[in-house]
């Protein structure tokens, strides 16, 4: 047995764990892995820095000042240097589509000057300025209680500007950070990738190799999703803090239904979450609202459930159409939530009066073109989000990468605003309040449950899993291994 070497499965369809269409959870714990962060949130809540050296708001000047870490290289052997921490910061505002970036709300002066595709050059943004060799000042365009809690995401992870395509989007071979690991070799037949340690000084204690699995082929010995690993009595089990994802119906705004009030309601009215969240094959708790509990902003809601009132709605709004069948599209998760609980969605909403038939598609953003132009609304997974509350809304705000999802509404366009103008975070929390109650009144979406982070993990490998929060990001370097 090598008590050296792990192997981590981590189930996605995109093609690497590292583009931009694979699961938020594979992605943020390779790119973490490979990259580094700026900072991370610590078990407290707190941020601490990785590859910055320090961080600070400066009153006089009301900016941020970031500070980096001396004698830092890529894997590629370059030098960084403090250019690199500005186009890292700003880099997905100058990819050439939207992206998961552009999202979340790191609202730098000057950002919104930038078209998608724009060329790059420093200096170019108002609110970026160098300060000097290892400094760097951010001003954001408006309060944000939750700025350094973002840069806790692998978006803004330190990269080298000369190994990205042209779209800033897509590596020209394989991410090149300043993480604890490097890539060593890619199976692009089995979809795993060998990483090796090369920070030794800080995680001494982390596996040497991981076998970093997207497909199951060899048995884990670490996975957060895996439903052999969830009947295996062999895995010890650790719940961490924050849950992994949130389940949801995400609704068509081009579409008559989706963009329908009542529609919505009756959606909504028709489910009874108890039933299929039951059904999951890893564990799920039904969820009524897209706040998860512990979150500030959290409402508290019951679930409204009214099979009369919504086979009544249901044929209101159908009309001529009560007896088609629309199409679903579905993000997949069959490998770890199963099919049974789709299954008793389509029968209850069959019942309240809505024929629908779950097709899966692959297609994160763009979903409702070609086969789904027409669908009404579409089943997918997204993070629940401790790092800054109001990113949990914000695939839903106009301008979002995802096409569609969001209405078009002045009144949610200024609650969106007001939350990004929070001066603190109790601020924060009623704004967010604001957000979450409007979301609730229109059924903007619909929650169904949340996955909590649970890991599998094999105890005659690994003592302890380190310092981890859960989430969609997992430290791998944080893992202590036993040597003995």
Known sequence: M?????VFYSPTNAENPWIENAAADTRYTFNTAVLNLLVYIDTNFNIKPITLESFHWDYKNKYYVLTLKKNLSFTNGRKVTIEDLEFSILRPFFAAIGNEGTMQLVNVKGSEKIVPGQAYKSGLVEGVKILNSHSLAVTPSSPNPSFMYTLAR????????????????????????????????????????????????NYPNAPQKIIFELERTLRPDLTLIDTLAVNDSSYERSNLTAPLFIRIFAFNYSSKLGNNPDFRKAISIALQRKQFSNKTLVPTKPLNEIVTKGFIGRLNIEENYNLPEAQKTFQKVLGSQKNNVFKIPFTPDLEYLGRDYRDIITNQLKEAGLNIEFIQSNILWDTFQEEFKDSPFRLLSKGADFYDPLLTFTIFKKGSPAINTYPNDDRLNQYFEDAEDSLNRDVLSSNIEKLSKYFIDNNTIIPLFEVPTVTYYNSKKIISLGEQVGGQTFHLANIIMNKE
């Open 2 to 6: 090598n008590q050296n070497k792990i």
């Open 154 to 201: 692998s978006n803004y992870s330190l990269v080298p500007i000369e190994e990205f395509e042209k779209d800033f989007l897509n590596w020209k071979k394989w991410p090149i950070g300043v993480g604890p690991y490097k890539i060593k070799d890619e199976d692009k037949e089995q979809h795993s990738y060998l990483l090796e340690l090369i920070d030794f000084k």
